[in-house]
């Protein structure tokens, strides 16, 4: 546990002085401003100009981050990590889960620490109509969306042991997914129909089982690729 905290520290460390997501945070929160100031004053409804910011500006910016922050996570310190488990200073464990909590927990909280705030002020500011419910069940679909994001950027890292390759595995993976789910059918809990109905969904015209299962399935698909990295990563040799 105390190498675990050591790691967890040293980890938020590095995440500070990246800056990427900083940088993508504080472009949201920018945008999110200036999309309310244009809702007040020219009448926008709040479901579209929200729709608008989490499609076009706030969940691309923050997807970037998120795979530039975890695919370089493992392999980019290969070498040192390597040294610290043959002296037995921590364990893989310990390492891996350090930086799934700093990694994942930066991207999540900080999505939902500018989006939440953003939605309300456009919500206030704009035509009202959208539900509280609404935009709940819209923020949590795209944050367990970022979150299996997150998970495949780890997963890549632990696989792939260039970081820029990793970076490109991890966006070829997500694309990969969405494609297949619109092969097998089941398009409709994918991330391109859950983004094409956002609006919608921000009204509460959308059934709201539907939001459910999406978050649902993408926590869960997240955590079983989580725990297959972890697998992974035990067994890989030094």
């Not at 040293?10 to 945008?31: E, N, P």
């Not at 299996?148 to 950027?153: D, E, N, R, V």
């Given at each position: 546990?105390?190498?675990y905290i050591a790691l967890l520290r040293y980890d938020a460390d590095l995440v500070r002085k990246q800056r990427i997501l900083t940088a993508c945070l504080s472009l949201g929160a920018a945008a999110g401003l200036f999309l309310a100031i244009v809702a007040a004053s020219e009448g926008e409804l709040a479901s579209e100009t929200i729709g608008i910011f989490l499609t ?183």
């Amino acid at each position: 546990m105390h190498a675990y905290i050591a790691l967890l520290r040293y980890d938020a460390d590095l995440v500070r002085k990246q800056r990427i997501l900083t940088a993508c945070l504080s472009l949201g929160a920018a945008a999110g401003l200036f999309l309310a100031i244009v809702a007040a004053s020219e009448g926008e409804l709040a479901s579209e100009t929200i729709g608008i910011f989490l499609t076009w500006v706030f969940v691309p910016v923050t997807a970037l981050a998120a795979v530039l922050l975890t695919a370089p996570a493992i392999n980019s310190e290969a070498r040192v990590a390597a040294d610290s488990f043959l002296s037995r200073a921590t364990t893989r464990e310990a390492y891996l889960a350090a930086k799934a909590t700093t990694r994942l927990a930066a991207v999540v909280l900080g999505y939902l620490l500018v989006a939440a705030p953003a939605a309300a002020l456009i919500a206030r500011y704009g035509v009202r109509d959208v539900s509280v419910m609404g935009v709940v069940l819209t923020l949590l679909q795209l944050g367990a969306l970022l979150w299996l994001l997150a998970a495949l950027g780890l997963a890549a890292s632990v696989l792939v042991r260039r970081a820029p390759l990793a970076v490109v595995a991890t966006a070829a993976a997500a694309v990969a997914g969405a494609l297949a789910l619109e092969v097998l059918g089941i398009g409709s809990i994918g991330p391109l129909a859950t983004i094409d109905a956002l609006a919608e969904q921000l009204r509460g015209d959308r059934a709201a089982w539907r939001a459910i299962l999406v978050t649902l399935v993408y926590g869960l698909a997240g955590a079983i690729v989580l725990v297959a990295t972890l697998m992974r990563y035990r067994g890989r040799d030094l």
